[in-house]
């Protein structure tokens, strides 16, 4: 069983910045892929970043530049460095951890950038 604790939301100015936690409870299952999907209010679900298990990464078209996802396999932890907030970025950001069999989901953490 893998449960996926996230951590590092929060209120935000926009042009702030904010890092996100993603660690994963078992340290023994290599995941092929992790990443971030953030869900704002009335909208779906989307890509925010991945990072496979050979440092290949991924980017949503409006956060390039902007987010830097990385990971640390030994910990099994998953990070977003996001910089140069805007008030769009304001939504619930998923942790997310992929195996060949099966796919886990956090709880969310909520991130909302505002004056």
């Known amino acids: 069983q893998v449960l996926l604790v996230e951590s590092g939301g929060g209120l935000v100015q926009p042009g702030g910045s904010l890092r996100l936690s993603c660690a994963a409870s078992n340290l023994i299952i290599s995941f092929a892929t992790m990443g971030w999907y953030r869900q704002a209010p009335g909208k779906q679900r989307e890509l925010v970043a991945t990072?496979?298990?050979?440092?290949?990464?991924i980017y949503e078209d409006s956060v390039k530049g902007r987010f830097t996802i990385s990971r640390d396999k030994a910990k099994n932890t998953v990070y977003l460095q996001m910089n140069s907030l805007k008030p769009e970025d304001t939504a619930v950001y998923y942790c997310?951890?992929?195996?060949?069999?099966?796919?886990?989901w956090g709880q969310g953490t909520q991130v909302t950038v505002s004056s």
């Open positions: 990072i496979d298990i050979s440092g290949t990464t």
């Open positions: 997310n951890a992929q195996t060949p069999s099966q796919l886990y």
